[in-house]
C-alpha cells in the first residue's frame, strides 16, 4: 500500500464563514483533512465534518501553538501542510504540489510558498510573505504562544505555489465595525 502523501493539519474555532472554502480547495490534492477544534460555538464542525471524519477538539489554552501541536498528532501522511481556516490554496498549489513534493530529495524537510494576504475584499490590495507550509511528518513542531513559528532541522527549499489568506480583509472590517460604533 503506498503511503499517503499530504495530511492537511488545520486548527479552527468559530470559522464558519471561511472552512468551507478552505476545505473545498484542499479537498481534491490532500490525502486526509485533520481539523482540530478549539471551542467552537458556531457551525465550524458540522462544516468540517461534511469534508473528513478526522475532526479533533482541543481545549483552548491561550497558545497557538499547542493546538497546532496537537493538529500535527494525527498526521498519517508523508508530508503535513499547515493551513489555517482563512486560508484557501490557489489552483496552482491545488494542481502542482504533489509533483513537486514527491520529487524532493529526502533531506528536504520544509517547503517555503508564497501567502498572499488579501487586504480588502475586492483583491486589490495584498501583500505577499514567504511561509514554510509544507513538512515532512514527525520533522516540525511549534513554538511560541501567539505568533507560533515552526522548529526544524534540516534543508528547505521553496516554490512559487501560492496560498491566498483573508483573515486581514475579517480584521480590518471588524476594526472599522467597531471605529462606526464609537
Known amino acids: 500500500m503506498n503511503q499517503k502523501l ?10 464558519e464563514q ?6 473545498n480547495s484542499i479537498k481534491d490534492f490532500c490525502d486526509e483533512i485533520i ?3 478549539t471551542g467552537s460555538t ?36 508523508e508530508w503535513v501542510f499547515i493551513i489555517d481556516a482563512d486560508e ?10 504533489r509533483d513537486y513534493l514527491k520529487s524532493l530529495k529526502e533531506d528536504i524537510v520544509a517547503v517555503y510558498i508564497p501567502t498572499v494576504n488579501f487586504l480588502d475584499f475586492e483583491k486589490k490590495h495584498s501583500e505577499i510573505a514567504s511561509t514554510a507550509r509544507f513538512f515532512r511528518n514527525g520533522k516540525v ?9 515552526p522548529v526544524y ?23 472599522k465595525q467597531k471605529h462606526n460604533e464609537l
Not at 532541522?153 to 476594526?175: A, Q, S
Open 153 to 175: 532541522k534540516g534543508k528547505n527549499t521553496k516554490i512559487d505555489l501560492e496560498l491566498y489568506h483573508y483573515g486581514y480583509i475579517w480584521t480590518r472590517l471588524r476594526r
Open 42 to 77: 458556531d457551525n465550524t464542525v458540522e462544516i468540517a465534518k461534511k469534508y473528513t471524519d478526522k475532526v479533533y477538539f482541543f481545549p483552548w489554552n491561550g497558545s497557538f501553538s499547542d493546538a497546532r501541536n496537537e493538529t500535527l498528532k494525527y498526521a498519517s501522511s
Open 35 to 37: 481539523l482540530v477544534d
Open 6 to 15: 499530504i495530511s492537511a493539519c488545520i486548527m479552527a474555532k468559530n470559522e
Open 18 to 23: 471561511n472552512i468551507g472554502r478552505c476545505l
Open 88 to 97: 484557501e490554496a490557489s489552483e496552482n498549489l491545488k494542481n502542482n504540489i
Open 141 to 149: 513542531k511549534y513554538e511560541n504562544i501567539v505568533h507560533n513559528q
